[in-house]
């Protein structure tokens, strides 16, 4: 296209214009014909006069603004016209370099760069009709999009015009860097300009399918001999080959983009991207070369390319895309608008552009993710309503009173926000989190007592059955005291006792029943559940706990976690949660001495469990697997424990502990080890929580690298519960460098939260947390790691938006938009 339809505006008239209206003071002046906004609407409503990209995407919007002026604020006028007058110098500068341009450029087997708006509506010869494209259009309609890829692209959830610019890129890789040959470092992503000393092309002698394109480039510092390689029978044909030949003659200027890579012949760029220039100074005018190149996820048969022209061909539709944040969130978040940064994020023309796009768009998968929790936690409040806990009785006075131990200010803390919520008509929905051995336990005792002096009942679900059982033994010793019956409801729970359990439930005389999952089966019913209390509620499905629930009328809900996660991840699985922290350990818990071996030092590990032993102590030693694995080269339980039974430790009785034994096999091994009939115990992670034996005092860990951060803290949280200096032993197998430094954390820190924030650093939020069962939201851009702080402004603003009902009204572009996120980052409708 020439240039025919992209006549130049009268500059000098638009920025006369824009002085006056400012000097007026944003008054909207009328002139001889229309309306200062009107004049605007139409000076910008053409064809751009230079054939870029984003000039184009800038032009629309320009004109789109000022249909707007009249209702815009003072302050978003001036913004409006400061940003017109330096667009305007923008427009000028890119005319320039158009001017200096020569009517054709070498572009053969090159892809053009998007910035050719009149590509877009260009009827591609295998489309029959001209469908000016949507939003809502299909990528069928795409000119670069034919049936076979339509089905594919439809694997990567692309349907729709909308779809391919919400595909942002994962990645992009810096082509901008331009650079003397001799400088040329290898590892560096790099462009070079050059003229061709050589070319050739040919196929492979090895391979007749291979066809590689060799060129010799020469800048005024040195030489450079680059290749690209085509496999098919097309690329090895005669014609084709000599074409390529042809496209880059002797002394053609030539820009190649490329990794900078090192082998036997010296340093070259690795598949290159090239482009043909006019001239030195000419521009580079491609998708791919010297610029920041976007890259995809892809899928198999789906070229990088096809998503790139896909994105070139929709841009334009940005106009449509409405911005549902309000003027004055964006401005005090320092947030680009919606369209700039959906242009920006796929084709940015330099870091600072990407770095703004990706902070908006990163902001927004927060921002609608902390709203929808915050408008589901609202709504619960509306929809469930409690009843108030009325004390009838003297029970937590009572209980104070029999406590052998002052409370830590954050135990008193906590059960104090407990307290505020029973006492509400909105049923509580709390989250404790606590260290271990920071004492979560009493502080669900003291909830659980309110509960019953109010005349409620109150239930205790734990994910296994060792934990369960330690929260009754723990629990039965105090509600004996207190003259309250407790009772333990698990799969081993024999039928006669299950139906005594029944129906006490039902009649209420039994107040509290602790159990596991075979709390919410179909017969257990309560009389009168006013408070269920769930233990380390991550490791039970979203039905598993609602079930439960059901089991009363919108009782109030506390759950508690060992595991201490991160504030990001915290806001991310429980944005819709109050969240309380029991960051305060007991006095008297003594910090253990962590240290990670080698693998040839274990013979040290084996002494110090000897030497505590024989002082009457007791230890854990801890591996990642039951059995022995072909694949894995770990050490197995079973096969262990009969080492040190019989070789290693004869004198010591070595009881044994894993998952597939039986609740009976279980307890057996669990009280032998409790009353020291067993001095050393072979486990896996069963007993990672509620295994309380103060006696112990060594926790050896085998293969330590296989395991998370915060899971061997909570290993070791099994030692230090005494009066005695504890150990815990860390045997690596790993010969990586990272794989010990990251063991290393645990030697300079107790502290749980620390832990979990390194953890979450160095393996990432679906290993910290399990891939079965994180809940993770499925995030196409934010990173809970590298974008922590960006999660805790969404999370400010969202609180904000909440507050002001106008913006939630039905049918306003945030509601709906909300909607649509919602569902997407968690593939659930949102809550009506």
């Known amino acids: 296209?020439?240039?025919?339809?992209?006549?130049?505006?009268?500059?000098?008239?638009?920025?006369?214009?824009?002085?006056?209206?400012?000097?007026?003071?944003?008054?909207?002046?009328?002139?001889?014909?229309?309306?200062?906004?009107?004049?605007?609407?139409?000076?910008?409503?053409?064809?751009?006069?230079?054939?870029?990209?984003?000039?184009?995407?800038?032009?629309?919007?320009?004109?789109?603004?000022?249909?707007?002026?009249?209702?815009?604020?003072?302050?978003?006028?001036?913004?409006?016209?400061?940003?017109?007058?330096?667009?305007?110098?923008?427009?000028?500068?890119?005319?320039?370099?158009?001017?200096?341009?020569?009517?054709?450029?070498?572009?053969?087997?090159?892809?053009?760069?998007?910035?050719?708006?009149?590509?877009?509506?260009?009827?591609?010869?295998?489309?029959?009709?001209?469908?000016?494209?949507?939003?809502?259009?299909?990528?069928?309609?795409?000119?670069?999009?034919?049936?076979?890829?339509?089905?594919?692209?439809?694997?990567?959830?692309?349907?729709?015009?909308?779809?391919?610019?919400?595909?942002?890129?994962?990645?992009?890789?810096?082509?901008?860097?331009?650079?003397?040959?001799?400088?040329?470092?290898?590892?560096?992503?790099?462009?070079?300009?050059?003229?061709?000393?050589?070319?050739?092309?040919?196929?492979?002698?090895?391979?007749?399918?291979?066809?590689?394109?060799?060129?010799?480039?020469?800048?005024?510092?040195?030489?450079?001999?680059?290749?690209?390689?085509?496999?098919?029978?097309?690329?090895?044909?005669?014609?084709?080959?000599?074409?390529?030949?042809?496209?880059?003659?002797?002394?053609?200027?030539?820009?190649?983009?490329?990794?900078?890579?090192?082998?036997?012949?010296?340093?070259?760029?690795?598949?290159?991207?090239?482009?043909?220039?006019?001239?030195?100074?000419?521009?580079?005018?491609?998708?791919?070369?010297?610029?920041?190149?976007?890259?995809?996820?892809?899928?198999?048969?789906?070229?990088?390319?096809?998503?790139?022209?896909?994105?070139?061909?929709?841009?334009?539709?940005?106009?449509?895309?409405?911005?549902?944040?309000?003027?004055?969130?964006?401005?005090?978040?320092?947030?680009?608008?919606?369209?700039?940064?959906?242009?920006?994020?796929?084709?940015?023309?330099?870091?600072?552009?990407?770095?703004?796009?990706?902070?908006?768009?990163?902001?927004?998968?927060?921002?609608?993710?902390?709203?929808?929790?915050?408008?589901?936690?609202?709504?619960?409040?509306?929809?469930?309503?409690?009843?108030?806990?009325?004390?009838?009785?003297?029970?937590?006075?009572?209980?104070?009173?029999?406590?052998?131990?002052?409370?830590?200010?954050?135990?008193?803390?906590?059960?104090?926000?407990?307290?505020?919520?029973?006492?509400?008509?909105?049923?509580?929905?709390?989250?404790?989190?606590?260290?271990?051995?920071?004492?979560?336990?009493?502080?669900?005792?003291?909830?659980?007592?309110?509960?019953?002096?109010?005349?409620?009942?109150?239930?205790?679900?734990?994910?296994?059955?060792?934990?369960?059982?330690?929260?009754?033994?723990?629990?039965?010793?105090?509600?004996?005291?207190?003259?309250?019956?407790?009772e333990l409801l698990t799969g081993s729970t024999k039928t006669a006792k299950r139906r005594e359990i029944h129906s006490q439930l039902q009649s209420g005389e039994l107040p509290l029943l602790i159990g596991t999952h075979a709390l919410i089966q179909d017969p257990v019913k309560f009389r009168n559940l006013g408070l269920v209390v769930i233990d380390e509620q991550h490791r039970f499905g979203v039905q598993q706990r609602a079930r439960l629930l059901a089991k009363g009328k919108a009782p109030h809900v506390l759950t508690m976690t060992a595991t201490p996660i991160p504030r990001t991840l915290a806001l991310t699985l429980h944005g819709d949660l109050d969240v309380s922290q029991i960051d305060e350990l007991p006095p008297g818990r003594q910090p253990i001495q962590t240290t990670v071996l080698a693998g040839k030092q274990r013979t040290q590990a084996y002494e110090l469990i000897k030497r505590e032993v024989a002082q009457g102590r007791q230890a854990y030693v801890i591996f990642p697997m039951i059995e022995e694995s072909e694949k894995l080269d770990v050490k197995a339980a079973v096969v262990e424990h009969q080492k040190f039974s019989e070789k290693i430790f004869p004198d010591f009785n070595v009881g044994l502990l894993h998952g597939r034994m039986s609740s009976d096999e279980k307890e057996a091994a669990l009280t032998a080890f409790r009353d020291n009939q067993t001095q050393i115990i072979v486990s896996t992670t069963v007993i990672e929580v509620g295994v309380d034996v103060p006696n112990a005092t060594v926790m050896l860990i085998e293969n330590a690298e296989r395991f998370g951060l915060s899971q061997l803290h909570q290993l070791r949280g099994r030692v230090g519960r005494g009066s005695h200096k504890s150990f815990c032993l860390l045997i690596s197998g790993s010969k990586s460098p990272d794989g010990v430094q990251r063991l290393k954390v645990l030697e300079q820190s107790q502290d749980g939260f620390f832990i979990s924030e390194m953890d979450l650093r160095l393996r990432g939020p679906g290993e910290v947390l399990g891939s079965r069962q994180s809940g993770l939201p499925d995030f196409a851009l934010a990173s809970l790691v590298e974008d922590q702080e960006v999660l805790v402004l969404a999370r400010d603003a969202a609180e904000k938006i909440l507050l002001q009902d106008k913006y939630l009204q039905d049918g306003s572009s945030l509601k709906n938009e909300l909607a649509r996120r919602y569902k997407k980052l968690i593939g659930a409708e949102m809550l009506t």
């Open 1 to 486: 296209m020439s240039g025919e339809g992209r006549k130049s505006p009268d500059w000098a008239r638009i920025e006369r214009a824009l002085s006056v209206e400012r000097e007026y003071g944003y008054k909207n002046l009328k002139g001889n014909q229309y309306r200062f906004h009107e004049f605007l609407c139409l000076s910008f409503g053409g064809i751009p006069p230079v054939l870029n990209l984003m000039i184009a995407f800038k032009w629309q919007k320009v004109a789109k603004d000022f249909a707007e002026y009249p209702r815009l604020t003072l302050q978003e006028k001036k913004d409006l016209i400061d940003y017109v007058e330096n667009f305007i110098d923008e427009v000028k500068e890119k005319q320039k370099e158009e001017a200096q341009r020569k009517e054709t450029i070498k572009e053969d087997n090159i892809i053009p760069f998007p910035s050719k708006v009149e590509t877009v509506t260009v009827t591609p010869k295998v489309k029959e009709t001209v469908e000016k494209i949507t939003l809502n259009s299909p990528v069928i309609n795409l000119k670069c999009v034919n049936n076979r890829q339509n089905k594919l692209l439809e694997k990567l959830g692309i349907y729709r015009v909308r779809d391919v610019l919400f595909y942002y890129p994962r990645e992009h890789i810096d082509y901008g860097n331009k650079i003397a040959i001799k400088d040329l470092e290898v590892g560096e992503t790099v462009t070079v300009i050059g003229k061709v000393k050589k070319c050739s092309c040919f196929s492979s002698p090895k391979n007749k399918k291979l066809t590689i394109l060799s060129l010799v480039i020469r800048d005024k510092t040195g030489d450079l001999k680059i290749s690209r390689f085509f496999a098919g029978n097309y690329f090895s044909s005669r014609g084709w080959q000599e074409k390529m030949k042809r496209s880059y003659p002797m002394g053609a200027l030539i820009a190649a983009s490329g990794l900078v890579k090192g082998n036997k012949y010296g340093i070259t760029l690795d598949n290159p991207e090239f482009e043909v220039l006019d001239s030195a100074g000419d521009n580079i005018n491609s998708l791919k070369i010297g610029r920041l190149l976007p890259v995809y996820s892809l899928t198999e048969g789906v070229a990088a390319d096809l998503i790139r022209k896909a994105v070139v061909e929709c841009l334009p539709t940005l106009s449509e895309i409405d911005d549902p944040l309000p003027v004055n969130l964006k401005r005090q978040y320092s947030l680009v608008e919606l369209q700039r940064a959906i242009a920006h994020i796929h084709y940015p023309d330099n870091q600072k552009q990407l770095t703004d796009a990706r902070r908006r768009l990163i902001f927004d998968e927060f921002f609608y993710l902390q709203l929808g929790f915050l408008e589901r936690k609202k709504q619960d409040k509306q929809n469930r309503q409690a009843s108030p806990f009325i004390p009838q009785g003297k029970l937590i006075e009572e209980f104070n009173k029999l406590l052998p131990f002052q409370l830590t200010d954050a135990q008193q803390r906590v059960i104090n926000e407990i307290e505020a919520d029973l006492e509400s008509s909105s049923p509580m929905n709390r989250l404790v989190q606590g260290d271990v051995g920071s004492g979560k336990t009493i502080v669900a005792v003291f909830a659980i007592l309110a509960a019953l002096q109010s005349g409620y009942q109150a239930a205790l679900m734990a994910p296994t059955e060792v934990l369960a059982e330690q929260h009754y033994r723990k629990i039965v010793q105090w509600f004996n005291l207190l003259h309250l019956p407790v």
